[in-house]
């Protein structure tokens, strides 16, 4: 089957960083994608990791290691309105993307 | 430019009944793909639309079908609708077939009773 493990809840407070954690079994990989979706809106698109290494947008990175089937998003410089779910998806083909169950991070004053 | 936009954004359907749902992709992209997110869960695949053919699609049963038009807007449409079927759906559309980057409309909230 296929499957991607998050942490179901990160807490953190304004300015400080934050890391979400993924890993993935899959049987065809391609690449890691992010998304941050606010309480039942548009998934919104972070970054995509095609290769191995760190990406880099803004306050955003995201990190992709193939050979430990793992990735992460880094969160800088906590904003309150980063509050919302992540959700790491693996592309599986190049038209089939799986979701993880996502991880809730909320961002204290 | 124009973002992904669906209709209707609620719907209330009971348990038997067929419903249509629409979306109209971001100007110029001419691919589409539909999820079903169950509340407190990631969205789930369906299948996806490129250029008028269905060109993949995930775990759903044939009562789960969709079109995509010349213009490359697109219909989800579930047959014999079960109370399971109670879900945000979502669309994305992207450039290519290629599922790297997506961009989503902000859902239909179906609740089947």
């Known amino acids: 089957g296929q499957s991607l493990e998050q942490p179901s809840e990160v807490t953190a407070v304004e300015g400080a960083i934050v890391q979400i954690n993924c890993t993935y079994q899959?049987?065809?990989?391609?690449?890691l994608s992010w998304y941050q979706q606010h309480d039942g809106g548009a998934p919104t698109f972070l970054s995509y990791?095609?290769?191995?290494g760190l990406e880099e947008t803004g306050r955003f990175s995201s990190f992709l290691s193939r050979s430990d089937s793992y990735g992460y998003l880094l969160l800088q410089e906590l904003q309150m309105k980063d509050s919302a779910s992540y959700f790491c998806a693996a592309l599986i083909s190049t038209n089939k993307l799986i979701f993880g169950t996502g991880t809730l991070l909320a961002v204290q004053p | 430019e124009t973002g992904v936009t669906q209709s209707p954004t609620h719907l209330i359907k009971t348990r038997g009944q067929q419903v249509t749902l629409r979306c109209s992709s971001q100007s110029g992209h001419n691919t589409v793909s539909w999820y079903q997110q169950a509340l407190g869960q990631g969205p789930q695949f369906i299948f996806q639309?490129?250029?008028?053919?269905?060109?993949g699609r995930g775990n759903f049963p044939p009562r789960f079908s969709g079109l995509q038009f010349p213009n490359y807007s697109s219909e989800l449409n579930v047959n014999a609708l079960e109370l399971d079927d109670s879900a945000l759906y979502l669309c994305?559309?992207?450039?290519?077939?290629?599922?790297?980057?997506?961009?989503f409309g902000p859902g239909t909230r179906l609740l089947v009773l």
């Open positions: 990791n095609g290769l191995d």
């Open positions: 899959t049987s065809g990989f391609y690449g």
């Open positions: 639309y490129y250029r008028e053919e269905e060109n």
């Open positions: 994305a559309s992207s450039l290519t077939s290629s599922q790297e980057t997506q961009y």
